[in-house]
């Protein structure tokens, strides 16, 4: 993927870290503007950590802040695995905290599927309509195998033309989750994808090459203005 920006960085830390800076500036720069700032959050080692920094930031303290998640595990709400699970209690008062339909608020899958989806549409229609976006920024972690969000090899969900579709068959626990699809991925004006660690590097290597969706799905995946890669050196060995 020639048109990739790449930066890269000496170690997980440094990703973390420059990863919650730009994006806290991004965002202060938005509400600064007046304007409303949807950002999408990733689970993982790495995605975790970044919002649980970037939650303790008082730039985020606003109503003109959506946060979402691109994917989510389907379990009880408060679940230490759900990628939600991170999020202050006093925030939901401050930003707008778009979560995902739990176990407890929805009685079966596809029933949340709706919810998530209606929920998405209310809140991103009319900026779609304007300006082509659903998401500013959405960040996402390529994994060891090139999945990103709950986007899997190989997998049924990467043709589906869905807003947001269930996964009841994940090759990684849990084996039930909520994901965006492509469509909406794709409607991110921009995308930043996360690398680290030395077991990413043979899927980081296939991605830049441009390889195939369905071997990496994180190649089917672009920003409308701009894609980069945060990647730890090791990674990009």
């Not at 994006?23 to 509400?31: E, F, K």
């Not at 190989?154 to 989750?177: G, V």
């Not at 077991?199 to 894609?227: D, H, M, W």
Request: charged fraction near 20%.
């Amino acid at each position: 993927m020639s048109d990739i920006q790449i930066v890269d960085l000496s170690s997980e830390a440094d990703v973390i870290n420059k990863v919650v800076k730009d994006l806290t500036d991004y965002i202060q720069t938005s509400v600064a503007g007046n304007k409303e700032v949807h950002i999408s959050l990733t689970g993982g080692r790495a995605g975790t950590q970044i919002a649980e920094k970037l939650f303790t930031s008082p730039v985020i303290d606003s109503r003109l802040v959506h946060i979402w998640w691109s994917d989510e595990r389907f379990l009880n709400t408060g679940n230490p695995d759900r990628n939600d699970s991170v999020v202050p209690a006093d925030l939901e008062t401050k930003a707008q905290i778009h979560r995902m339909p739990s176990v407890d608020n929805s009685t079966d899958l596809n029933q949340a599927v709706d919810k998530a989806s209606s929920e998405l549409h209310l809140n991103t229609t009319t900026r779609f309509c304007d300006r082509n976006v659903m998401m500013d920024v959405s960040l996402l972690s390529i994994g060891p195998d090139g999945h990103v969000a709950s986007l899997f090899p190989h997998h049924s969900a990467l043709s589906s033309t869905a807003a947001i579709t269930p996964i009841t068959d994940s090759p990684k626990p849990p084996q039930i989750r909520l994901t965006w699809t492509y469509s909406t991925l794709n409607a991110s004006e921009q995308i930043w994808f996360m690398a680290t660690g030395s077991e990413k590097a043979q899927a980081v290597k296939k991605f830049l090459a441009g390889s195939s969706p369905e071997e990496i799905p994180a190649c089917g995946v672009k920003g409308k203005l701009k894609t980069v890669l945060y990647a730890e050196k090791s990674a990009l060995s």
